[in-house]
């Protein structure tokens, strides 16, 4: 038997998937434990439900957060806290601070959870993403704290509730252990939440960047030009259709907060059941779209979303070569966005039939759910809870599928094959 373990190898797709599927049932187990909650435990399926979201910092839950003690949302923390950063990033520090160095194979797995392909300075990326995740949650607790002492709260309250929001919000999770999420609160946590969710959202490879043109004179690269393009885009412009959608209704604050945390966060400052058709369709389109490539947050990443539209418009234009900022895009990139977002169209298609087979709550309804839970976002009109133990299961593959995206659950199973150097005449299709 041990002979027969020894040989098992696993490739980088299936060591990633595997060892979020460990965290995930490590977490089942942890929640289900009667002493985590304040009175009454959960089932299982609960249990599981909420490990998943938390693991995929996704954020929808079955049950409410407050019905955790503090072992509660301290497991509820590590979970978010593995989930975001990823699992690979953690182990590497630990394998590098024992053995000194870092396996090629561990290296590849660390780089597909930071969706990067480049296999360069992996010591100082390391330390990096540990240094600004903890530097960015412990600035984001003290400012929380201070809004949260504003609402009333005793001074450790005021820091445990600064402490869990700063890093739900960093790790674009959308936990919070405030049954109406953030409805009410004041203007110091709702900008402050934002500023983490901004943060985590928009990758580590950025943040990098910006930091670095900031210390020495140094152009950005072309995916940090279209990451923070894209997302200052996206921000503005979901605020603008949301306050128009709701004809004044809501303030341009709430406006703005329900386009940040759209794309990937899942909190809320509003009631979302009583927002305009139209404001839920495009807060719909926002939480498919999602964060940037290599950040805490899920969705086909705005790099997808905006090769994908800047490709289509070229092609319209009759322009075979698609050129960013004096920089053209590769043909292989191009195909790999494409074939992202078929994906992500796919799996969205699927995940709402099934749950609207199960459960016929609307079609706009169960897509928003379906695509919450694919985005990782959070977002819920409250059907969450009322989908059923079938509907439950379908909505944890899809969190699941959404973390660690369609591409390494097809790698899965599939093993790539070796590149065919004998070339097909072409043919024309009409």
Not at 276 to 283: D, E, K, M, V
Request: proline residues 1%; contains cysteine.
């Amino acid at each position: 038997m041990k002979s027969k373990l020894s040989h098992i190898r696993l490739n980088p797709w299936q060591y990633l998937i595997l060892s979020f599927l460990i965290l995930i049932s490590l977490g089942t187990f942890s929640l289900n434990l009667p002493f985590v909650h304040h009175q009454n435990g959960i089932s299982f399926i609960d249990s599981l439900f909420t490990s998943t979201s938390a693991v995929c910092v996704t954020g929808l839950t079955t049950v409410n957060t407050s019905g955790f003690n503090w072992q509660g949302e301290l497991v509820l923390l590590l979970l978010m806290q593995l989930g975001a950063i990823g699992i690979m990033t953690l182990s590497s520090s630990f394998i590098l601070a024992v053995r000194g160095k870092i396996s090629l194979k561990h290296k590849i797995s660390f780089f597909r959870t930071q969706e990067n392909t480049s296999l360069h300075d992996i010591h100082d990326i390391l330390r990096f993403i540990l240094r600004i995740t903890f530097i960015t949650e412990f600035i984001g607790a003290i400012l929380l704290s201070i809004g949260f002492s504003f609402m009333g709260n005793t001074f450790w309250e005021s820091i445990h509730q600064g402490i869990f929001h700063s890093v739900s919000a960093f790790c674009n999770a959308g936990f919070s252990n405030y049954d109406s999420s953030l409805i009410g609160m004041n203007a110091i946590i709702k900008y402050t939440v934002m500023a983490l969710i901004i943060i985590g959202g928009i990758g580590y490879h950025v943040i990098y960047e910006i930091i670095k043109k900031y210390r020495i004179e140094k152009r950005y690269s072309l995916h940090t030009k279209i990451v923070l393009l894209t997302t200052g885009i996206l921000i503005f412009a979901g605020a603008l259709f949301i306050f128009i959608f709701e004809r004044g209704h809501l303030s341009v604050t709430d406006s703005l907060f329900q386009s940040v945390t759209a794309r990937t966060a899942g909190f809320n400052s509003i009631d979302l059941s009583n927002l305009h058709y139209l404001s839920l369709f495009f807060i719909t389109l926002l939480m498919f779209i999602g964060a940037s490539p290599g950040s805490t947050g899920g969705g086909i990443k705005t790099t997808t979303f905006f090769i994908v539209a800047f490709s289509v418009l070229k092609i319209l234009k009759g322009k075979s070569d698609v050129v960013v900022f004096k920089r053209q895009i590769p043909n292989n990139v191009i195909l790999k966005s494409f074939a992202i977002l078929s994906a992500y169209f796919i799996v969205a298609f699927l995940g709402t039939l099934a749950l609207l087979y199960h459960n016929n709550d609307g079609f706009l309804n169960t897509l928003f759910e379906v695509t919450s839970a694919l985005g990782t976002v959070g977002l819920s009109l409250g059907i969450t809870s009322e989908v059923g133990m079938y509907g439950k299961l379908i909505l944890i593959i899809i969190m699941f599928v959404g973390r660690v995206g369609p591409a390494s659950i097809a790698m899965l199973t599939f093993k790539n094959d070796k590149e065919v150097k004998i070339k097909y005449p072409e043919e024309s299709v009409y």
